[in-house]
């Protein structure tokens, strides 16, 4: 059988297979379908310093092959987390990962020095491209100095491995992985949502309390190629690739375009058990393909 | 409470009205126990503009057979095509989803409001009443006459009382107007309601006016429907809830309505 574990900046994944923030609750909404001990990782729930109620009721549109959400990052703050739901959920046998926001660099060092102390969370995720919040996500996100700024500053307040999520939503996309990448980060993460909106024609109503909303599914999956594969070829990080994964192939060319593991998102709202799906079927094309080692998949695309 | 994700065979597709009908399918494995207003997930597979699964109330269900059922009315695209589904094809079904209406001490009289798709769970919630020993009053509305016609599916459970717009059938009105609740007649100890929000919010008013329990089952869009995504939350005294995890009953006192 191939080897499937990926090194992701000193730290090693059983497999590639991790699920992305704001996707897959705490994990716990998922114990009823499948083993998470299976998993690569989970990126959890999306956290702030202090408790967040997240946006108005409609915060879904559904669109063809995708949906927009405008949930805008609602959670009870990281000293929740910490205190209440990470001891509930720590027993799981994989990487918990938090995904930390902020409206300002203070708060965004604030969650880290706070996550840092955890000794068995082995990593977090810089969340610098959420388009649903009026005050910092995406802004750090979409420019080049601010993005540097905040992921020095967080590289300073955490010493372990630290993933910064990165924006679709920018002219070019490469360049800011190089700043980030300079900046200290271990890895990047991509895509977060693409910016959009939905209307509704026959209320002339907009469908989302907030207009605009983040558009995700496998509406997205050939933008998320295309920027992982630029990404993968601008940096020497390894990358984590998202964006519209709903099977065992469409995971393993993000691996080919260039990403060493992926994060499955959307997929979970419609069969909570793909992720295991994706990993068998991972084990499968390996064997297939006569590949010792799933790492060999990452950037073997021929052009 | 253990859920389950599974392909199920489609046994029967009816058409009690023309725009609604009841779909009854056999699971594979042993149907795990359903309280009322529990609904499932349904995948809906190769509809363009139809993604997500699509979340039912579940109607009633038989243990031994293993066979769940739902009233869906056709709404769009998913609703449609679910609705054109043949004996023996199989569909994905994750259930039981949220939480349940919660009965009251037997001998205690309730009262059942409901019109359109919102009467799907009365089915469970009336037959649990009935061997709870309570006297239930159920109150159905609707445009026309065919759309108080599945209000014949209560019929062993208590009494039953229809409303329609046109006059049809039953009172002429809206269920809100009906003359139960004149004043001095409302002997209730505990209303439920599902259907159209205005219609809830309307009868949670009277409740409210009358001093009586009530409690309402909300059908907000949802992506997942097993309380990952946070998209279908309702603002409640504390904060917003998910409709699929917290709710989808909840007391109309919990809910921030304006009533």
Not at chain 1, 134 to 140: I, Q, R
Not at chain 1, 220 to 242: C, D, E, H, S, T
Not at chain 1, 267 to 293: C, M, T, W
């Amino acid at each position: 059988m191939a080897d499937l574990r990926v090194n992701i900046g000193g730290l090693e994944f059983k497999n590639p297979v991790t699920t992305a923030s704001g996707t897959f609750g705490n994990g716990e909404e998922f114990e009823d379908f499948f083993d998470l001990d299976l998993l690569g990782g989970m990126f959890v729930k999306g956290m702030t310093l202090e408790p967040r109620e997240g946006n108005d009721y409609p915060r879904m549109a559904e669109t063809a092959s995708g949906m927009l959400n405008a949930v805008g990052l609602q959670n009870k703050g990281v000293d929740h987390f910490i205190k209440e739901i990470y001891p509930r959920i720590k027993h799981f046998d994989t990487h918990i990962i938090p995904n930390i926001n902020g409206s300002t660099v203070e708060d965004y060092i604030e969650v880290a020095e706070k996550l840092n102390e955890i000794e068995t969370i082995p990593a977090i995720e810089l969340n610098i491209s959420c388009p649903n919040v009026k005050a910092g996500g995406m802004l750090f996100g979409t420019s080049c100095p601010s993005a540097i700024a905040v992921t020095e500053a967080v590289r300073k307040a955490y010493d372990k491995v630290l993933i910064v999520k990165l924006s679709p939503n920018v002219t070019d996309i490469a360049e800011i992985a190089k700043g980030v990448e300079g900046a200290g980060a271990d890895s990047v993460s991509l895509i977060n949502t693409l910016l959009g909106m939905a209307v509704d024609a026959e209320k002339r109503k907009s469908v989302l309390s907030t207009v605009t909303g983040g558009l995700s599914g496998p509406a997205v999956k050939p933008v998320a190629l295309r920027m992982v594969w630029q990404v993968y070829n601008a940096v020497k990080i390894p990358v984590f690739g998202i964006g519209g994964i709903m099977n065992a192939t469409d995971a393993v060319e993000f691996m080919l375009a260039g990403a060493a593991a992926v994060q499955v998102g959307t997929a979970n709202f419609i069969d909570p058990q793909i992720p295991v799906k994706i990993i068998k079927g991972i084990e499968n094309y390996l064997e297939r393909h006569h590949f010792d080692s799933v790492s060999e998949l990452t950037g073997a695309m021929e052009i | 409470m253990s859920k389950i994700i599974a392909d199920h065979v489609v046994v029967e597709v009816r058409y009690p009205v023309n725009d609604s009908f009841i779909i009854t399918l056999r699971s594979p494995v042993d149907i795990p126990d359903i309280l009322p207003g529990n609904f499932a997930e349904i995948q809906i597979e190769n509809t363009t503009g139809v993604f997500l699964r699509r979340p039912f109330s579940i109607l009633d269900v038989d243990y031994e057979s293993r066979m769940i059922s739902f009233f869906i009315k056709i709404i769009g695209k998913g609703t449609k095509k679910l609705g054109e589904a043949k004996r023996g094809d199989k569909v994905s079904l994750i259930y039981p989803l949220g939480n349940s209406f919660s009965l009251p001490e037997p001998g205690k009289k309730v009262l059942i409001v409901g019109g359109g798709s919102g009467i799907a769970p009365f089915v469970l919630l009336g037959r649990n009443l009935k061997s709870n020993n309570n006297d239930v009053t159920f109150l159905i509305g609707g445009k026309s006459k065919k759309d108080v016609l599945v209000s014949s599916l209560f019929s062993g459970f208590g009494k039953v009382l229809t409303t329609t717009e046109d006059g049809s059938a039953g009172e002429k009105g809206f269920v809100t107007g009906h003359s139960l609740f004149k004043s001095g007649n409302i002997h209730f100890d505990k209303i439920y309601s599902c259907g159209p929000e205005p219609m809830m919010k309307a009868i949670g008013k009277i409740a409210n006016r009358n001093g009586i329990d009530c409690e309402v089952s909300l059908e907000n869009m949802m992506a997942c429907g097993f309380g990952a995504c946070l998209c279908c939350v309702t603002e409640t005294i504390e904060g917003n809830k998910r409709v699929c995890k917290e709710g989808p009953v909840f007391n109309v006192n919990y809910l921030k309505w304006r009533i």
